[in-house]
């Protein structure tokens, strides 16, 4: 369990072109995810994804209903999506939190949700 003592650095992430094979800055896994165990569960499931993934755009489609869509907003990196889905109408609330909290504070996480789903149009 040595990776899981230094973080994600198992040459996952986007691969091919100099991508740099991270799916995050050098520490960040380490701080958000200061529990050794569950970093090592969670960097093994990382996929290894082809950086033409990321190159690809991703299919346009419908939306679903916004009185049956929600948002939940962990940080302020995400106020634009947060504000987007406010403009389309979906239900969104904000928890100050970090982008692995639902995997540091579960509990929190699926309350917040039941929250979310509990006020929406059935």
């Known amino acids: 369990m040595v990776e899981a003592a230094v973080g994600c650095r198992?040459?996952?992430g986007a691969q091919a072109g100099g991508a740099g094979g991270e799916w995050f800055s050098?520490?960040?896994?380490?701080?958000?995810?200061?529990d050794p165990h569950l970093?090592?569960?969670?960097?093994?499931?990382?996929?290894?994804?082809?950086?033409?993934y990321f190159e690809e755009r991703a299919p346009t489609h419908p939306g679903p209903s916004p009185s049956r869509?929600?948002?939940l907003q962990l940080s302020d990196?995400?106020?634009?999506?947060?504000?987007?889905?406010?403009?389309?109408?979906?239900?969104?609330n904000h928890r100050t939190a970090h982008h692995l909290t639902m995997l540091t504070?579960?509990?929190e996480i699926s309350t917040a949700l039941e929250e979310l789903i509990?006020?929406?149009?059935h």
Do not use: H, M
């Not at 970093?39 to 033409?52: S, T, W, Y």
């Not at 509990?118 to 149009?121: P, R, S, T």
């Open 10 to 12: 198992s040459g996952r």
């Open 26 to 34: 050098p520490g960040t896994v380490e701080e958000l995810l200061p």
């Open 39 to 52: 970093r090592a569960r969670f960097c093994a499931e990382l996929p290894n994804v082809p950086l033409a």
């Open 69 to 71: 869509s929600a948002y």
């Open 77 to 92: 990196a995400y106020e634009a999506e947060a504000l987007q889905a406010k403009r389309e109408g979906w239900r969104v």
């Open 105 to 107: 504070e579960p509990q």
């Open 118 to 121: 509990d006020g929406l149009v």
